[in-house]
């Protein structure tokens, strides 16, 4: 089983300790990736759209990009781990997430995300970390990630782990060792059921995909769908 981890912070504080209590029933059964964020991502996206329209390895940030999306497709699990800063991710995530813009379900998803299943892990102070997983949730549900799980904590109390009392402590970590014993016993071999939404979506991108093809023949998302085989018969979230 691969797991890869964007942390958003490279602080080792209450996202890395949850975090961590998260992966720790994990660790001996799978092969663990992680980037920490802003030191492993890209820089800020500049808007220069050549991802969007001729080939995403002309983005002056390709490598960093292109090394973290290599480790989420091979990824059977995926986990994000945030702190809400101002009700929303941190901005080195969404630096992250703006550079797969380009993966968003109208341009060019690619079909190893359909079937695969994630984990959000955020955490606030008091309010704001439904948001900060939403801005998460909204990229991979985009992707094509059709199972997404959220786990989100207010701490209430404390913000720097060591203070946060140890009941509090426990009962956060509890939450997510037992959600990681239901993962560490799936069969991954297996991919999960796409749901309803995901597929929806999909539906839609595709007459857009079809008519965008009529007036262009070679615009590059068209080009993608057309030969992936979705303007046709093709699904991603079926095993050919
Ligand atoms: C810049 C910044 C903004 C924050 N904004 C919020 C917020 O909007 N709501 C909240 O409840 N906590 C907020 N917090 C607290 C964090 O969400 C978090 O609980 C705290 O930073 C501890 O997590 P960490 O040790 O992983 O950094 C903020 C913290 C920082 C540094």
Redesign the pocket.
């Known amino acids: 089983m691969k797991i890869t981890v964007i942390n958003a912070?490279e602080?080792k504080?209450?996202?890395?300790h949850l975090k961590e209590s998260f992966l720790a029933p994990l660790k001996e059964k799978a092969e663990i990736t992680e980037f920490y964020l802003p030191k492993d991502g890209p820089e800020f996206c500049v808007g220069c759209l050549q991802c969007f329209s001729k080939d995403q390895n002309l983005c002056k940030d390709a490598a960093k990009v292109q090394a973290i999306e290599k480790a989420l497709l091979e990824a059977d699990l995926l986990v994000f781990a945030s702190?809400?800063?101002?009700?929303?991710t941190t901005g080195a995530m969404k630096a992250l997430l703006d550079h797969f813009g380009y993966r968003w379900m109208p341009h060019r998803p690619a079909k190893e995300m359909f079937g695969k299943r994630a984990v959000i892990i955020t955490?606030?102070?008091?309010?704001?970390?439904k948001s900060?997983a939403k801005d998460i949730k909204d990229s991979l549900s985009w992707w094509g990630v059709s199972s997404i799980k959220t786990y989100t904590f207010?701490?209430m109390s404390e913000?720097?782990?060591d203070l946060i009392p140890e009941k509090k402590r426990a009962a956060m970590c509890a939450v997510l060792t037992n959600a990681a014993a239901k993962f560490a016993s799936i069969d991954y071999s297996k991919k999960t059921g796409t749901n309803p939404i995901v597929k929806a979506k999909f539906m839609a991108v595709r007459m857009l995909q079809t008519d965008l093809g009529k007036a262009n023949p070679e615009y590059t998302d068209f080009k993608y769908w057309k030969e992936n085989g979705w303007i046709g018969k093709v699904r991603p979230w079926k095993r050919t």
Request: charged residues 10%.
């Open positions: 912070t602080k504080g209450v996202t890395y702190p809400a800063y101002v009700f929303h955490q606030c102070l008091g309010a704001g970390g900060t207010k701490l913000v720097r782990w």
